[in-house]
């Protein structure tokens, strides 16, 4: 089982780079307006380059979209997007909105995000890495696996770029593989504490 049951996950923590955007919407769109679990995604984009993502991803999905300010309170069946040229983290019950270094020569980038998720939430947490080139996110994934949370990655035949994903797969133990269509159904379960058949 991926998760044993009666445990409710319920912060979902995103990462992706190129492709990711695309992967993000096919898993997004899937949800009802009543996904009772927070979501947080970390998306590699231009710091320059004017940004419209939380306005296009919002007419896509149903849930709310927004990018944070810094200590607004978390809440569930909400959907964070960090803030162009910002790490995204949690803290407590609230995000934190910084311009701390880059890391893996991102900002926002998705290990600060995951790794926050682990040590606020431990294993009420999940953590997905979509496409993407690059590193970013294993190290996040690794922690939210060794705080009990759950580490799932797209399937890289299906991802646009597979690299993000398969160092993951290769460098933590991910409870699973999945398409995105799997990964939108194993969300809804996760969210309401029921096992999911490996």
């Known amino acids: 089982m991926i998760n044993g049951a009666g445990i409710v996950r319920d ?27 927070t979501i947080g995604v970390v998306l590699h984009r231009s710091p320059v380059h004017v940004s419209h993502m939380a306005k296009l991803l919002g007419r896509q999905v149903a849930l709310p979209v927004s990018e944070p300010v810094d200590e607004e309170e978390i809440k569930p069946s909400h959907i964070y997007l960090a803030p162009q040229d910002f790490h995204m983290t949690v803290e407590d019950d609230h995000w934190r909105i910084d311009r701390g270094p880059k890391r893996h020569l991102m900002r926002p980038a998705v290990d600060p995000l995951l790794m926050s998720a682990a040590k606020a939430r431990g294993d009420r947490v999940v953590g997905i890495l979509l496409s993407g080139g690059g590193g970013d ?23 646009h770029v597979k690299s993000m994903p398969v160092n ?26 029921c096992s999911v058949p490996e």
């Open 11 to 37: 912060l979902f923590v995103f990462g992706g780079s190129a492709g990711g955007y695309q992967a993000l919407i096919e898993v997004l769109r899937r949800l009802p307006d009543s996904f009772p679990g």
């Open 168 to 193: 993951a797969i290769l460098n933590d133990n991910v409870k699973a593989v999945l398409r995105l269509e799997e990964i939108a159904a194993v969300l809804q379960l996760l969210a309401n504490g």
């Open 137 to 159: 996110g294993v190290n996040g994934l690794i922690a939210i696996s060794d705080a009990g949370g759950i580490s799932l990655v797209q399937q890289p035949d299906q991802a």
